[in-house]
């Protein structure tokens, strides 16, 4: 592996946590048997343990005994209800659900600093470890991280920065990607149903077809999100869902689709919601049908304070390489929970490389696995950029 640090290294233990992980995944607010696991190896490292934080959250904590700034590092614990195809060994052996999106590495990593932190304390300061339930969100749903903030996670006293990373198939195992501003993209998904009037299909006139205003809708969104975009506006549009209709002899009343708009500007997110609506406004009115439009799910860019980014990137090239500190300077569509602590603390959200050099099988997709190398990676690379962090006594102020 092309400038892989030779001090880096992944522990068996690790690896057999995060293969056990991957064998039992659980869905959003059941990581019953992942947090009893988790609290287990915390415990048994030395750190205090509050569990039951939005059901299955946890909070570990380290405290130095003198004066420092305080850092939380945030993992996320669930899996997607995604059938696992890989052939491996610590394949999914729940059907249905796997762990897709790389939530078991986070985990594992969050762990592995956890550890090392125990066994060598830092000087100065206070560090905390949080493991959150629900990061991954049906349409309507409540989030993980929003669960633990209103559960009180933080007891009233903010910390003074919060890191976090997320498993990145665009990059090779053995760097780290760090985005110079946004880290995860805003986020809004939408619900729109329409409502007709039913009506054999003999006798289209008298109904109101829901299922064809649903079509020209589908077509309708994605030409004006098209046309609504200007040179340089950064955004992604999805219908993901259509439902509708009962029988193949009915004119439909009722039908209904979900998607997605995924922006970066406030200024640009604020336009396409806009636009989204009058579009649907418009195709109702156009067939006579009534409409119910919904947003959910509504989530802000993840915004890397800037104090952040350049710790971040010396550790980076200090550990690994100026080769293998990636300055990413586009931002992704993606989107993470992990923006509602951004809001509200100094934030650092970082790109694990997790790609062996082949083909790897993008986030969300039943194939995706991870060279487990990268664990070792994540583990150092947190570790080091917490330890410079408190050992520099700076108490990062919120970026532009």
Not at 54 to 74: F, I, N
Not at 208 to 232: C, E, K, M, N, W
Not at 302 to 313: C, E, F, S
Request: glycine share 10%; aromatic share 4%; with cysteine.
């Amino acid at each position: 592996m092309p400038g892989f640090a030779d001090s880096i290294e992944t522990p068996a233990e690790l690896i057999a946590l995060r293969r056990e992980l991957h064998r039992w995944p659980e869905l959003r607010f059941q990581e019953h048997r992942t947090a009893a696991a988790v609290a287990q190896r915390l415990l048994a490292a030395g750190c205090s343990v509050r569990s039951g934080i939005a059901g299955t959250g946890l909070l570990a904590s380290l405290d130095s005994g003198s004066p420092g700034p305080h850092v939380v590092v945030r993992a996320d614990l669930d899996a997607m209800p995604i059938a696992d195809l890989k052939d491996a060994p610590y394949a999914s052996a729940v059907p249905g659900v796997a762990h897709a999106c790389g939530h078991d590495v986070h985990t594992v990593v969050a762990l592995g600093v956890a550890q090392r932190f125990a066994a060598a304390p830092p000087p100065r300061g206070r560090i905390s470890f949080l493991f959150q339930p629900a990061e991954e969100r049906p349409f309507g749903e409540p989030s993980g991280a929003r669960a633990m903030l209103d559960g009180g996670v933080f007891e009233g006293a903010l910390p003074d920065a919060i890191l976090g990373l997320h498993c990145w198939p665009d990059l090779p195992v053995g760097s780290i990607g760090i985005d110079e501003r946004i880290a995860m993209g805003a986020k809004d998904a939408f619900r729109i149903a329409f409502r007709g009037r039913a009506a054999h299909a003999a006798t289209p006139s008298r109904g109101r077809d829901a299922v064809l205003g649903i079509a020209q809708l589908v077509t309708a969104l994605h030409q004006g999100f098209a046309r609504s975009l200007d040179p340089g506006d950064l955004a992604a549009f999805n219908v993901g869902t259509i439902r509708g209709g009962r029988s193949q002899s009915v004119i439909a009343d009722e039908a209904e689709v979900t998607g997605t708009l995924r922006t970066i500007e406030p200024p640009v997110r604020a336009r396409l919601r806009g636009e989204i609506e009058r579009i649907a406004e418009h195709v109702a009115g156009l067939l006579a049908l009534e409409r119910d439009f919904a947003w959910a799910d509504d989530m802000p860019a993840i915004v890397n304070d800037p104090r952040l980014v350049t710790i971040a990137t010396g550790v980076a090239t200090d550990l690994l390489g100026t080769a293998n500190a990636r300055v990413l300077t586009r931002p992704p569509m993606t989107s993470d929970d992990f923006a509602l602590f951004a809001e509200l603390v100094p934030a650092l959200y970082l790109k694990l490389g997790i790609c062996d050099g082949g083909p790897c099988p993008s986030l969300h997709s039943g194939a995706f696995d991870v060279d487990e190398r990268a664990i070792g990676v994540g583990v150092g690379m947190l570790h080091a950029t917490v330890a410079r962090l408190l050992a520099s006594g700076i108490e990062p102020g919120r970026g532009a």
